[in-house]
């Protein structure tokens, strides 16, 4: 260039083949819901209320003078609010929004399709789950089930409960992974640290699997139940192809008492991270309390879901502008 800037690119990161590719993926998990029986349903990508998440970071949106705004992480409590309102089993296909997610398999726009069964058990929502991905990867994937718990015992050769939290350094050690600085690490920090350097990476020599029964400090939004160990497990799966994370899915929680208090706490994890502060959301509280029905509901990431189906490795591969070229 003669003004001796870098050239600017106009043109999308998905080819037109591609994208006609991805659009032939999309209408068959349309296809998918509606022969099940499922009702689509829009909610909005603005909200008067974020996510209390302490993980999650989202935009805010607000001129002066105007009450901020949320571009939602997932549509997920306004579908609640459907449910509690009597919609019955619902699906959406959405864009989320979360702050800081860039990647090979990250987005900070991405899109999700979203769903909900009433009175099943999680379970059988996690067959639901393996049908549509098999259907999209055109093979059936036949997916592993371990407990969380049991993963890092097996793939990380470590406890997560461990007494030493030097014990979770020396797995590192012994695999030759990075050992970080160990005065700002809790135990949680470990948890995830060695799920995504160890666990995950580890999970691929096996094939699909889902991994379900997490603490119940990282899973708010879920049921919890007690083990014949006394210990309480969390209600949540998550489901794993090609060491890439798909989904995230819960036996729900309908205690509107119950979710008060944990966003109450998540809060209060926000506040010693620095973060901001969102407004707990009144009306998805309300819908509990009404008495939302048991069920079970998952998020999907399409997108990912997409990359594999086309044989990509990037994600940039499957969406037209991704950040931050848009």
Not at 79 to 102: H, N, P, T, V, W
Not at 234 to 250: I, S, T
Not at 305 to 323: H, R, T, Y
Request: aromatic share 12%.
């Amino acid at each position: 260039m003669m003004d001796g800037k870098a050239p600017v690119s106009f043109a999308p990161t998905c080819s037109r083949e591609n994208w006609l590719k991805r659009q032939s993926l999309m209408n068959k998990v349309r296809e998918f819901f509606t022969a099940r029986g499922s009702l689509e349903v829009e909610t909005p990508t603005l909200s008067n209320a974020g996510g209390t998440d302490p993980q999650l970071d989202y935009f805010q949106v607000g001129a002066a003078g105007e009450p901020l705004r949320f571009m939602m992480t997932s549509p997920e409590f306004h579908m609640k609010r459907l449910l509690a309102a009597g919609f019955g089993d619902i699906f959406q296909i959405a864009k989320s929004f979360r702050k800081d997610e860039f990647g090979s398999h990250h987005n900070n726009e991405f899109s999700m399709v979203e769903w909900y069964r009433v009175g099943w058990p999680q379970e059988k929502l996690m067959d639901e789950v393996e049908a549509l991905v098999s259907e999209i990867l055109g093979k059936p994937i036949n997916a592993r089930r371990i407990r969380w718990i049991d993963a890092f015992k097996n793939y990380a050769g470590v406890d997560p409960f461990c007494k030493n939290l030097g014990d979770f350094a020396e797995a590192c050690r012994t695999r030759e992974i990075p050992v970080p600085e160990m005065q700002s690490m809790s135990r949680e920090d470990w948890w995830d640290y060695l799920m995504v350097f160890i666990i995950e990476p580890a999970l691929a020599s096996n094939g699909p699997e889902f991994i379900l029964d997490y603490p119940p400090s990282q899973a708010a939004l879920a049921q919890t139940y007690v083990d014949s160990e006394g210990l309480t497990w969390a209600k949540r799966f998550e489901l794993f192809v090609d060491q890439v994370e798909l989904c995230n899915g819960y036996t729900e929680l309908t205690d509107a008492v119950e979710q008060r208090r944990r966003f109450d706490a998540d809060l209060e994890i926000r506040k010693t991270m620095g973060k901001p502060l969102p407004p707990i959301d009144e009306h998805f509280l309300a819908g509990l309390e009404s008495g939302m029905p048991a069920c079970s509901g998952v998020a999907l990431g399409l997108d990912r879901l997409f990359m594999l189906a086309m044989g990509k490795e990037e994600i940039a591969d499957v969406i037209l502008f991704p950040s931050p070229v848009a």
